[in-house]
């Protein structure tokens, strides 16, 4: 900006060049930002220049600012609780949890979370439970994790878990009293055990999985360099071309200038060998 409006832009005129640098600079920051300057450019060069630097300006700042809703709107979607610890300390409101009537969960609730509140949200069934945080009328619900990892894997893909198991209890396998075939049951399950099998059952039916990673992984992709390089070099295409406007406006005066330049060449030239001569001519005599 200064190599293109000091000669001609009076704000500029008179002033020691460094002053000129310096007011060039803040002419190109004050656009950048949108802030605005104390002087307007006056040549076409410059005008095409200051476009070149409003257009720079507007696609940054309009990326940076999609970039950073982008990274707000990510950090409200995260999820609201990162396991049990977070329910006991109270992040959701009783009434937004869902417990199941009558169950473990329900137990362990009571004991071990409210101290005996009632002022969840009761659910009649599993299906109750997976309606009620779709419909968004609870935010958590406590499951069995074994049902709920299935579930939340393979049919409501919409759904996650949080958290570590906080609770684990014991089951048993119920058979009569005496009954005959005990022993070969004790010993059927040993060998599926042993065998790997149960471990085979628990992977294809707990740990597969249908849905996609990608219902419950966010990512963010922030803006790089390599993505602006376009933007950039558009800049120094108006830049290069603001250039070529102003020798362009100046031709007369660089032709002139050129001209005189030669002129004072070839008289220079002349003169020396108009003296060469009457030296040499001199030096007959």
């Given at each position: 900006?200064?190599?293109?409006?000091?000669?001609?832009?009076?704000?500029?005129?008179?002033?020691p060049?460094?002053?000129?640098?310096?007011l060039?600079?803040w002419?190109?920051f004050?656009?950048i930002?949108?802030?605005?300057v104390?002087?307007?450019?006056?040549?076409?060069?410059?005008r095409f220049?200051?476009a070149?630097?409003?257009i720079l300006?507007?696609?940054?700042?309009?990326?940076y600012?999609a970039?950073?809703?982008?990274?707000?709107?990510?950090a409200?979607?995260?999820?609201?609780?990162?396991?049990?610890?977070?329910?006991?300390n109270g992040?959701v409101?009783?009434?937004?949890i869902?417990?199941?009537?009558?169950?473990?969960?329900?137990?362990?609730?009571?004991?071990?979370?409210?101290?005996g509140?009632e002022?969840?949200?009761?659910?009649?069934?599993?299906?109750?439970?997976?309606?009620s945080?779709?419909?968004?009328?609870i935010?958590?619900?406590l499951?069995?994790?074994?049902?709920a990892e299935?579930a939340?894997?393979n049919?409501?893909?919409?759904l996650?878990?949080v958290?570590?198991d906080?609770d684990?209890?014991?089951?048993a396998?119920?058979?009569?009293?005496?009954?005959?075939?005990?022993?070969d049951?004790?010993?059927?399950?040993?060998?599926?055990k042993?065998?790997?099998?149960?471990e085979n059952?628990?992977?294809?039916?707990?740990?597969?999985?249908?849905?996609s990673?990608s219902?419950?992984?966010?990512?963010?992709?922030?803006?790089?360099?390599?993505?602006?390089?376009?933007?950039?070099?558009?800049?120094?295409i108006?830049?290069?071309?603001?250039?070529?406007?102003f020798?362009?406006?100046?031709r007369?005066?660089?032709?002139?200038?050129?001209?005189?330049f030669?002129?004072?060449?070839?008289s220079?030239?002349?003169?020396?060998?108009?003296?060469?001569?009457?030296?040499?001519?001199?030096?007959?005599?």
């Amino acid at each position: 900006m200064c190599f293109i409006e000091r000669a001609d832009n009076e704000d500029l005129q008179n002033r020691p060049i460094i002053s000129q640098l310096t007011l060039s600079i803040w002419y190109c920051f004050g656009n950048i930002v949108g802030y605005g300057v104390e002087f307007n450019a006056s040549t076409a060069a410059g005008r095409f220049l200051t476009a070149g630097l409003y257009i720079l300006s507007l696609i940054l700042v309009a990326s940076y600012t999609a970039n950073l809703a982008s990274d707000l709107t990510i950090a409200k979607s995260q999820f609201i609780i990162s396991g049990i610890d977070d329910i006991k300390n109270g992040k959701v409101p009783i009434h937004r949890i869902g417990i199941r009537s009558g169950t473990a969960s329900e137990d362990y609730f009571k004991a071990e979370i409210y101290g005996g509140s009632e002022n969840f949200y009761p659910l009649k069934s599993r299906q109750h439970l997976y309606d009620s945080l779709l419909a968004g009328i609870i935010d958590v619900a406590l499951s069995d994790s074994g049902v709920a990892e299935y579930a939340t894997n393979n049919i409501y893909c919409n759904l996650t878990l949080v958290g570590n198991d906080f609770d684990r209890g014991a089951f048993a396998i119920v058979i009569p009293k005496k009954w005959a075939y005990a022993q070969d049951l004790d010993v059927g399950i040993l060998s599926l055990k042993e065998s790997g099998k149960i471990e085979n059952l628990r992977q294809k039916w707990f740990q597969s999985q249908y849905c996609s990673d990608s219902t419950t992984t966010i990512t963010t992709t922030a803006i790089e360099i390599k993505a602006t390089s376009g933007l950039f070099v558009t800049f120094a295409i108006t830049t290069f071309i603001s250039l070529l406007l102003f020798l362009w406006s100046k031709r007369y005066n660089i032709k002139n200038y050129l001209s005189q330049f030669i002129s004072k060449k070839e008289s220079s030239t002349t003169k020396e060998y108009i003296q060469r001569n009457s030296n040499q001519n001199s030096e007959r005599t």
